[in-house]
């Protein structure tokens, strides 16, 4: 791997002096008056090439013009954007953007730069494709290196299961979705789910905390991430990505795309083989799952040109994880008392489709539909579990105008799922009681209506109101308000502030798989009640410059409030963990600040701090959330050098001290601290650019820190005191990775 890098290393220095390109440069402004004024940070990039360059406070750019392209992009989220046919030799470009304010909803085709605060109502982070290249983003667990927002965070170590958590909360209270669709991460799919995108595949992401709008449903209360995918008629003709670790896990990413006239289709697939059995911290135990995954995926889109857009998805999943002692066969040993192993099959098939249909000049249909069909079959020690999950939620809303820029939005959903599980013990040594089956099924019809006015000249002050009204076979009956505000203040300050309420169902082991492998009993209510969430928050944006430095500062403030949580309880005694649902809320205030800087042309940086404070307030007092840092830093910045296509990138993270179970019932080689210690992670990447490949290298966790004794009493498994789920820190030490990128030119229609 050393060799590799130093050849890699190589490769990009005499890769410096390029033959000089042809550069197109400009200035970017719009009209206030009977007077122009520049515009700071509009994207300009090339169609269908990685090469792009931002407008900076004098609203001026320069790129260099790679060969062939011929089409410029202008894209800025609060104008209308435009696409420029460019002749050889052109002359600097002036270019005057219109407002876009009125606009319902812009889209700008390609990559975006960076991170950036989308100017929208509600408080969103756009992690745009360019950002994510900055890191390896094997999948969408790996997409969040440089967003404070949200925190990737390991649930499982034997087999590598991963939640989103945001605001502080555990990720059952994030939502995600496709295309503006629920994307059904919920039950099995809730933490394996996030495996199952591939990062190739991601164009744009958008990160909204805290309650969002009732259109997307009743559910989220922490916050959403909406993924976007690439659109079949605007990206490669032909993509392969190929990446390795020290460890040699392997990956391949390709796909291939295609225009029809008004139609375009795009086929992807993935492959992962496992890595190596690696045991650095010398417990017996590998320390990464052996991964075996196949994915594949199709969509296709139709746009007329005159408002009717229709967008189809099919994806199939078929993986395994495998984790155990360094011993473990999960053919020979799935099961058995001989050695402790892991091993999770899971296969899934879903769909997904939306609609906008204009019904005359002013009304418009939109319909979001998905549905899933998962299995999962899994040995967790000598405890096996089964289950089958089928999904399915379609919603169909229309937008009405009112007069002005005020709208109405009114429609209605329905939810059906269906959970059958199934739970064994091969052998129960430590008479454990939760085996037997269930089936839960869920069916919930809903309509819903949100309102929006708009007030000012310069649409200064926007309000939001929705409601939603929900019907469950089994709840009954309940409403989720929800409203947002937004308050351009002048001088580039934004405010905007939010309020609602949600309600979900919880599910006890497919939320909760990793204590399948504990030695511990579970002790649970037999139908537990719905849980009801509150969540409040208050963002406070800056946009402006200073010595030619472009600065987004932002200051969120949230609070979230659960009741009736299904609460896992470790403390009530070492044998048995007790799942209760208290009338006293579970509460976590957070507060967030980041400060984004565009120094240099090519030069990006961030900073950025949370603080969270999150526990159960009960009647006998407070008790802190476990496994929550109450303070995360993130320093990143990046350097793109466009001339020579070289990109460096690197983060620092920091992570404050967590509560972590009380463990002085147990034998004193096995008991933990009250609280973790700090820790940091730092990583970095480089990448070299040329036209059709790229290459890159890094490393993840530059400063080798693992948690120490993750998995307790690793020796004796089938025993007492044997848990994989007290993870508090990273569990793989330092690792090597290098990969590479081919492109082609984008899709162009058949009959050219």
């Not at 469950?472 to 905007?496: D, Y």
Request: with cysteine; proline share 4%.
């Amino acid at each position: 791997m050393r060799t590799i890098a130093a050849v890699f290393l190589y490769i990009c220095v005499l890769s410096l002096p390029l033959a000089a390109q042809q550069r197109i440069s400009g200035i970017v402004l719009h009209e206030e008056g009977d007077s122009t004024q520049p515009v700071i940070g509009v994207n300009v990039f090339w169609l269908g090439t990685n090469t792009g360059a931002a407008t900076g406070v004098d609203g001026r750019f320069e790129l260099p013009r790679p060969e062939g392209a011929s089409r410029l992009v202008i894209g800025h989220a609060g104008y209308i954007g435009d696409t420029l046919d460019i002749v050889s030799g052109a002359r600097p470009l002036r270019i005057i953007l219109e407002d876009g304010k009125s606009l319902g909803e812009v889209t700008v085709m390609g990559e975006r730069k960076g991170v950036a605060a989308a100017p929208i109502e509600f408080r969103a982070e756009s992690v745009s494709a360019a950002e994510l290249k900055k890191a390896p983003c094997c999948d969408l667990s790996g997409c969040f290196s440089t967003s404070i927002s949200v925190e990737p965070s390991v649930t499982d170590v034997i087999t590598d299961t991963r939640e989103l958590r945001m605001l502080g909360m555990a990720g059952v209270y994030t939502q995600l979705l496709l295309e503006n669709t629920p994307t059904l991460f919920s039950g099995l799919n809730a933490q394996y789910g996030l495996s199952f995108i591939p990062g190739t595949l991601i164009r744009q992401m958008y990160i909204v905390k805290g309650a969002n709008s009732v259109l997307q449903g009743y559910e989220a209360s922490s916050g959403i991430v909406n993924v976007l995918l690439h659109e079949s008629d605007a990206t490669d003709a032909f993509f392969l990505n190929g990446f390795a670790s020290a460890s040699l896990e392997r990956q391949v990413n390709i796909s291939t795309s295609r225009v029809f006239g008004h139609w375009s289709t795009l086929l992807a697939g993935q492959l992962v083989q496992p890595s190596q059995a690696v045991d650095e911290d010398g417990n017996t135990f590998i320390d990464m799952p052996r991964i075996n995954r196949t994915f594949l995926t199709n969509t296709w889109k139709y746009n007329d040109g005159e408002g009717t857009l229709l967008r189809l998805g099919a994806k199939f999943t078929d993986e395994r994880r495998v984790g155990g002692t360094t011993g473990f066969d999960a053919a020979r040993d799935a099961g058995s008392i001989t050695q402790y192993g892991q091993v999770v099959d899971n296969r899934r098939a879903e769909m997904y489709a939306t609609a906008d249909l204009p019904l005359d000049d002013e009304l418009m249909l939109k319909i979001h539909t998905a549905g899933a069909s998962h299995g999962q079959n899994a040995w967790y020690g000598v405890t096996r579990y089964t289950g089958t999950q089928r999904q399915w939620y379609t919603d169909a809303g229309i937008t009405i105008p009112m007069g002005g820029e005020h709208t109405l939005k009114a429609g209605a959903s329905y939810k059906h799922f269906t959970l059958a599980e199934d739970i064994g013990f091969n052998a129960n040594p430590l008479g454990k009681t939760y085996a037997g089956s269930s089936t839960l099924v869920e069916n919930v019809p809903g309509l819903f209506t949100e309102g929006k006015l708009v007030f000012g000249d310069d649409d200064d002050l926007v309000l939001i109101g929705g409601i939603r009204a929900d019907a469950h076979n089994t709840h009954g009956g309940f409403v989720t308000p929800r409203f947002f505000a937004k308050w351009e203040a002048g001088q580039g300050l934004t405010v905007r502030g939010v309020a609602g309420t949600g309600a979900r169902r919880p599910l006890l082991f497919s939320e909760n798989a990793v204590l399948l492998a504990s030695s511990r009993d579970l002790s649970f209510p037999a139908a537990p009640a719905l849980e009801r969430t509150r969540n409040y928050g208050l963002s406070l944006t800056r946009i402006g410059g200073f010595a030619g430095i472009t600065l987004t500062a932002a200051l969120d403030v949230f609070r979230t409030e659960v009741r009736r949580q299904l609460t896992a309880d470790y403390d009530i005694d070492p044998f048995t963990v007790h799942f209760t649902q208290r009338e006293s809320p579970v509460i976590s205030n957070n507060l967030v600040a980041e400060l984004l800087a565009d120094l240099a042309e090519g030069l990006e940086a961030k900073l950025a701090y949370t603080f969270t404070d999150a526990f159960e307030d009960r009647a006998e007092g407070r008790k802190d959330v476990l496994f929550t840092s109450r303070h995360r830093a993130l320093f990143a910045a990046s350097y793109d050098h466009s001339m020579s296509g070289l990109l460096f990138a690197a983060t620092l993270e920091m992570f404050g001290p967590q509560t972590l179970p009380h463990t002085t019932a147990y034998p004193e080689a096995f008991r933990l601290p009250e609280r973790s210690p700090w820790y940091a992670l730092l990583n970095f990447q480089l990448t070299q650019r040329w036209e059709a490949l790229e290459l890159y290298a890094g490393v993840e966790n530059l400063l080798d820190k693992r948690q120490d004794n993750p998995i307790l009493n690793p020796v004796r498994p089938f025993d007492r005191y044997f848990e994989t789920s007290f993870i508090w820190g990273p569990v793989k030490g330092r690792e090597l990775f290098a990969g590479f990128r081919v492109r082609l030119a984008p899709a162009h229609e058949e009959d050219e």
